[in-house]
């Protein structure tokens, strides 16, 4: 288990683009989880910490693609049909018993091994829809090729293979892999501890009675879903105060229980706005401002936990559509590399703007956008969503993700291909 330094978000500067503030994530942080050894059943979804190199072939024996007859293909004939007796019969499971001579066939199934013989035995599987068998023989079809449906050792992985990265996380395809090399049980990663608060004397939590001036807690709600769909640990530290002291004891606790703290409102620099002073007070803290809408400067600190262990604080705005892009381009990749995960930045897709759109020069702006159809050329159309305010959680709701507008466009017009990031590849 990694260490973070003090300094690990320390940053002079103006105003930071998105790819920069990303370069400078990757390189200061890492992974600060231990491991564990879970069965396959509990392994989904978890980060492997160790690389996985195949310890036995797969397939482990030549097999058979098909259900048919097993020849060797120098017993054919090459423009005419071939009459062989059968000899024998080979299930999945069941080898045939004794070799497989030249000049007769072998009744084979799918997931067979192929016989045993002189020259490394039968070498060629004709499909049953291609023979006719009577009377004890079987007659074949010309114009098969060597070596045809039969599958050979080794063919999907093979001894010595590395057939599973550390850093990744496991889905049912990678669980796959593992149980055929008949390993029960993988190393993984600690799920990463993360601590979720909001703050504001406004804020209330959903099902209460609402009193005046007041609103219900999105944010906490939603920050912790795009967590737990990342496989982490979430606590729920509630909604504090616009109290110091409140703020302070809440921020040492978290800190003591886990490897980070997401936190929402409270970062700008009001006079209750606490939120700032109790991290600079406790550790370190950085505003990143970065160079993108909807979003504010993101509060990015430190705070020392009891038994030394250096905590990162994330201080997302307070506006859920900006909490929500921030932690989407800022949060994900953050959370990915201090759980352990390889840092795969999610995928963009070209897609035709339908509506012309204006921007100011000098922020990246992401526009929540929904797909209306493809055009003549087959790719998708996209087109804004909802109204553009940073508090619009409707224009999330109805979206399918954002359009990436880079900082010097400032006007662009239907038809223009664009950069779409879909919330499927970070919501999942």
């Not at 190199?53 to 030549?62: E, K």
């Not at 604080?313 to 989407?328: I, M, R, S």
């Not at 703007?353 to 990246?364: E, P, S």
């Not at 969503?385 to 993700?401: F, N, P, Q, R, Y």
Request: hydrophobic share 40%; glycine share 10%; aromatic share 4%.
């Amino acid at each position: 288990m990694a260490q973070l330094t003090d300094d690990c978000f320390a940053f002079s500067g103006d105003l930071l683009p998105v790819d920069e503030a990303l370069s400078l994530l990757t390189k200061r942080l890492t992974a600060v989880v231990g491991t564990e050894t879970v069965s396959l059943s509990q392994a989904r979804q978890r980060v492997l910490a160790v690389d996985v190199i195949a310890r036995r072939n797969v397939p482990p024996y030549d097999n058979s693609a098909v259900d048919g007859y097993a020849v060797y293909h120098a017993d054919l004939n090459a423009d005419a049909e071939t009459v062989l007796p059968v000899r024998g019969r080979v299930a999945a499971g069941h080898p045939l018993n004794g070799p497989a001579g030249h000049g007769e066939a072998i009744r084979i199934f799918t997931g067979a091994p192929m016989p045993d013989g002189p020259d490394g035995g039968p070498d060629t599987v004709m499909m049953q829809e291609d023979c006719r068998e009577e009377d004890g023989k079987v007659t074949l079809l010309p114009g098969i090729k060597s070596g045809s449906n039969r599958r050979k050792a080794g063919e999907d992985v093979g001894e010595g293979d590395l057939i599973l990265k550390a850093g990744t996380r496991l889905e049912p395809q990678h669980i796959a892999m593992a149980a055929s090399q008949g390993l029960a049980d993988l190393e993984v990663y600690r799920p990463l501890r993360v601590a979720v608060l909001s703050t504001g004397d406004e804020v209330f939590e959903p099902g209460c009675d609402l009193p005046a001036g007041a609103i219900y807690d999105a944010n906490r709600h939603m920050i912790a879903a795009m967590l737990e769909n990342m496989g982490c640990s979430v606590q729920d530290k509630g909604i504090l105060p616009d109290d110091e002291d409140s703020i302070a004891r809440a921020l040492a606790e978290a800190a003591d229980e886990n490897d980070l703290i997401v936190t929402s409102g409270g970062m700008s620099v009001g006079e209750e706005d606490h939120i700032c002073n109790v991290i600079r007070q406790s550790g370190e803290l950085n505003f990143w401002r970065l160079a993108i809408k909807p979003g504010r400067p993101v509060g990015m600190g430190q705070v020392k936990a009891g038994d030394g262990r250096v905590v990162p604080v994330f201080g997302l705005p307070g506006n859920p559509v900006a909490a929500f892009t921030t932690f989407t381009l800022i949060g994900y990749p953050m959370v990915q590399v201090m759980a352990g995960q390889e840092n795969c930045p999610p995928r963009r897709y070209a897609v035709v703007l339908d509506a012309d759109y204006k921007k100011k020069k000098g922020r990246r702006e992401f526009v929540r956008a929904r797909l209306t159809g493809r055009d003549e050329s087959g790719l998708p159309k996209a087109v804004k969503h909802g109204a553009s305010g940073a508090a619009i959680i409707s224009s999330l709701v109805g979206a399918d993700g954002f359009i990436d507008l880079g900082e010097d466009t400032t006007q662009i017009t239907a038809g223009t291909v664009v950069d779409f990031l879909p919330f499927s590849e970070v919501l999942r």
